[in-house]
């Protein structure tokens, strides 16, 4: 049996997709009662203390999982080089999630380009810290040559799909046996809404695959109505025959 994690990057709920979050209740709380995934964009910007990590975990099912985003202040700031103390932090905080903590995003600028040594000592930091998905979303050209998908898979990490692609688009290569997309909104990156025949053939993609599907086209409020659209076009769906 396989499982999409379907959602978008935070959990608000807009006037326009409120009828279909009916019920008492927090945002967090009436969103978790219709999609089973969200991610966490704000530990980018910003450190949350573990009390408010475990009072999200407490406030969705069993069954709902939290993608959380590494800081800013790894990825971009210390630019993967001697970011130990920062790791440490940071697992302290989001570990309070508990079983709910489904995924680690890796969000790399696009200025990055691959350094295999200090990438993969971080890679080696998070798993010493996480049991859960790790995922990977670089946007230099250097990160999708054989090299970086020879280190990524070593280290059992997820290559994102993105749309819009960055770095160098063309045909995925993947890197472990789950899929983790993200969808910024193309053409207007952040803001755009995806048409129906779009996102059918996503739902057909993900078909018979494990992996997460996010919605990160957030910022005119047009993620929430995608993923609820992508939901219904999932149930309908017709299941690939895959081959390895």
């Given at each position: 049996?396989?499982?999409?994690?379907?959602?978008?990057?935070?959990?608000?709920?807009?006037?326009?997709?409120?009828?279909?979050?009916?019920?008492?209740?927090?945002?967090?709380?009436?969103?978790?009662?219709?999609?089973?995934?969200?991610?966490?964009?704000?530990?980018?910007?910003?450190?949350?203390?573990?009390?408010?990590?475990?009072?999200?975990?407490?406030?969705?099912?069993?069954?709902?999982?939290?993608?959380?985003?590494?800081?800013?202040?790894?990825?971009?700031?210390?630019?993967?080089?001697?970011?130990?103390?920062?790791?440490?932090?940071?697992?302290?905080?989001?570990?309070?999630?508990?079983?709910?903590?489904?995924?680690?995003?890796v969000q790399l600028p696009p200025s990055l380009g691959l350094d295999t040594d200090a990438a993969a000592s971080v890679f080696q930091q998070l798993q010493g810290h996480f049991d859960c998905m790790l995922a990977c979303e670089a946007r230099h050209a250097s990160w999708?040559?054989?090299?970086?998908?020879?280190?990524?898979?070593?280290?059992?990490?997820?290559?994102?799909?993105?749309?819009?692609?960055?770095?160098?688009?063309?045909?995925?290569?993947?890197?472990?046996?789950?899929?983790?997309?993200?969808?910024?909104?193309?053409?207007?990156?952040?803001?755009?809404?995806?048409?129906?025949?779009?996102?059918?053939?996503?739902?057909?993609?993900?078909?018979?695959?494990?992996?997460?599907?996010?919605?990160?086209?957030?910022?005119?409020?047009?993620?929430?109505?995608?993923?609820?659209?992508?939901?219904?076009?999932?149930?309908?769906?017709?299941?690939?025959?895959?081959?390895?």
């Open positions: 049996m396989t499982l999409t994690r379907l959602g978008c990057a935070g959990w608000s709920i807009s006037r326009e997709a409120a009828p279909s979050f009916e019920g008492a209740g927090s945002h967090l709380e009436r969103y978790a009662a219709v999609f089973n995934a969200v991610e966490i964009n704000s530990s980018f910007y910003r450190p949350h203390k573990p009390q408010t990590y475990a009072r999200w975990a407490d406030s969705v099912p069993d069954e709902f999982r939290f993608s959380v985003k590494l800081p800013r202040s790894i990825t971009h700031d210390q630019r993967l080089q001697d970011a130990g103390s920062l790791i440490d932090r940071f697992a302290a905080e989001a570990s309070a999630l508990g079983n709910k903590l489904g995924c680690v995003l999708f040559s054989d090299e970086a998908t020879a280190l990524l898979r070593a280290h059992h990490i997820t290559r994102v799909i993105a749309d819009p692609p960055a770095g160098a688009p063309g045909r995925y290569v993947a890197t472990t046996e789950q899929a983790y997309v993200r969808l910024h909104g193309s053409p207007r990156i952040y803001y755009s809404s995806y048409d129906e025949a779009y996102l059918r053939s996503v739902a057909t993609w993900l078909a018979g695959r494990d992996g997460w599907c996010i919605f990160d086209n957030t910022a005119a409020g047009a993620a929430i109505l995608n993923a609820l659209q992508m939901m219904k076009l999932q149930a309908t769906a017709p299941v690939p025959v895959l081959h390895t």
